[in-house]
């Protein structure tokens, strides 16, 4: 049974290049959330899809957007990009169908770095 | 504002000995609180979770105490192990909703 799966692994953009960073979820998941862990901090949540739509966002600007395919795999965009937007981006999965989006599972991460 | 406070930010504890992480949270509509480990370069993996219906779970060595009413829980690892550092985070979320990080607590465990 495969995890959650990120790619790439690491990435190296200078200011104002866009990115776009890739999850595939835990088999059977329908739901994918993305969340930004700066160095020494614990993960902020960034946006959730499920069923293809945006359902929640967290406090970041509309430099980072998103999308979710019919296989329920998602992309995170972030555009103009800051030093400041340095940080492992983590993708979780989880089931929203069965009621148990509690459970989110994480992938590795991409560890984006902006110079 | 910081809604799940954790301390301490660093622990280091003995082989064999009980290492104690805790949490305070402020939203009382929060009804998941799970704790993540993390070992550096991976992804947080899901160690243990309880609902606010019970006070204490157990899984193995891990323990989570909590205490609805002082709105704090904490993690228990008993006999701790130099393979338990890791970094830990307590969290918090409502159903349906995402979940709130902790900043941290940074595990050694002295061979």
């Known amino acids: 049974d495969a995890g959650v799966t990120q790619s790439p692994t690491h990435l190296i953009k200078t200011r104002g290049q866009q990115v776009t960073l890739r999850c595939s979820p835990k088999?059977?998941?329908?739901?994918v959330s993305w969340y930004q862990q700066a160095l020494g901090q614990g993960p902020q949540f960034i946006f959730q899809?499920?069923?293809?739509?945006?359902?929640q966002r967290g406090n970041f600007p509309d430099r980072f957007s998103g999308h979710q395919f019919p296989n329920y795999s998602s992309e995170l965009n972030v555009n103009a990009l800051l030093l400041g937007d340095s940080a492992l981006y983590l993708c979780?999965?989880?089931?929203?169908?069965?009621?148990?989006?509690?459970?989110?599972?994480f992938g590795p991460g991409t560890r984006l770095t902006v110079l | 504002q910081q809604q799940v406070k954790q301390s301490p930010q660093s622990l280091i504890v003995q082989k064999g000995g009980i290492s104690i992480i805790n949490c305070a949270y402020e939203?009382?509509?929060?009804?998941?609180f799970p704790w993540y480990q993390q070992f550096p370069g991976k992804g947080p993996a899901l160690l243990i979770a309880i609902r606010p219906d019970v006070s204490e779970k157990k899984e193995g060595r891990f323990t989570i105490s909590f205490n609805k009413s002082a709105k704090q829980f904490s993690l228990h690892i008993m006999d701790s192990q130099p393979g338990d550092s890791a970094t830990y985070f307590c969290?918090?979320?409502?159903?349906?909703?995402?979940?709130?990080f902790g900043k941290g607590t940074r595990l050694h465990i002295l061979p």
């Open positions: 969290a918090a979320s409502k159903r349906d909703d995402k979940i709130i």
């Open positions: 899809y499920y069923e293809e739509e945006e359902r």
């Open positions: 088999s059977g998941h329908d739901t």
């Open positions: 979780a999965s989880s089931l929203v169908s069965a009621r148990s989006t509690d459970t989110q599972y």
């Open positions: 939203n009382t509509a929060f009804d998941y």
